[in-house]
């Protein structure tokens, strides 16, 4: 089973912010939270990841809560290409542990006009 | 930076018979993944190579499906024989796999889209 949880579609405005919220109540220490999105008929494609901090890059923003049991992943400024299922996984990072990698549904993102 | 790379992108074959894919990682990748995910499913972790050695094979069909990674780089994933539930696509994807700061970002190549009739 997915170590997160994630709603499984939302809408949103052209232009406006897209919050996607991801739920994962058990993760550990080590474990960073990664984000990944598929567009129809593509391979996943890398956004982010983040351990404890808020992260940022051009594509996005991650900000994970003080306990670590939840975050979400903003699209400042949504466009029509943004459209695709978005995927919230974790996994340890330590050298010594090889976590399975485990993919949930994702949550369907659908900009609208 | 060149991507992943797979071939074929699409396969058609009959029940029972058997099929390869091929994936070449981003040139210094040591991690190599091979996802199975069927149709509105999220990817299935299939296998996991760091350099040549399998560290993560728990979700492959060991009877019919294999794979390998030949002096750490290209790897094949073979299906034999193959079965109707078969049908998915086939995503390979490469990492770093280096610990400490992430590492772990998978890079995914565009996939093989298998068809068992």
């Known amino acids: 089973d997915a170590k997160t949880t994630q709603p499984p579609s939302m809408d949103c405005a052209e232009g406006r912010a897209a919050n996607l919220p991801c739920n994962h109540s058990?993760?550990?220490?080590?474990?960073?939270v990664y984000w990944y999105r598929q567009i129809h008929s593509q391979g996943p494609q890398y956004i982010i990841h983040?351990?404890?901090n808020n992260e940022t890059n051009e594509m996005a923003s991650l900000i994970i809560t003080e306990d670590r049991k939840s975050s979400t992943l903003i699209l400042p400024h949504a466009t029509l290409r943004d459209t695709a299922v978005y995927y919230c996984?974790?996994?340890?990072?330590?050298?010594?542990?090889?976590?399975?990698?485990?993919f949930g549904p994702g949550t369907s993102l659908s900009v609208i006009p | 930076e060149a991507g992943v790379a797979q071939s074929p992108r699409y396969k058609i074959i009959e029940k029972r018979q058997s099929v390869a894919f091929w994936c070449n990682p981003i040139?210094?990748?040591?991690?190599l993944y091979w996802y199975q995910q069927i149709l509105g499913q999220g990817p299935k972790l299939l296998i996991q190579?760091?350099?040549?050695?399998?560290?993560?094979d728990s979700q492959l069909p060991k009877d019919r499906f294999s794979a390998e990674r030949l002096k750490g780089v290209d790897s094949t994933l073979k299906i034999q024989p193959a079965k109707l539930e078969d049908s998915a696509v086939y995503l390979c994807?490469?990492?770093?796999?280096?610990?400490?700061?992430?590492?772990?970002?998978?890079?995914f190549g565009p996939g093989t889209r298998l068809t068992v009739t």
């Open positions: 190579f760091q350099n040549n050695g399998v560290v993560d």
């Open positions: 994807a490469s990492s770093f796999g280096t610990a400490g700061a992430g590492g772990y970002e998978q890079y």
């Open positions: 040139s210094g990748h040591a991690t």
């Open positions: 983040g351990l404890k």
């Open positions: 996984i974790v996994r340890s990072d330590l050298k010594t542990s090889y976590d399975k990698v485990i």
């Open positions: 058990t993760i550990s220490g080590n474990e960073y």
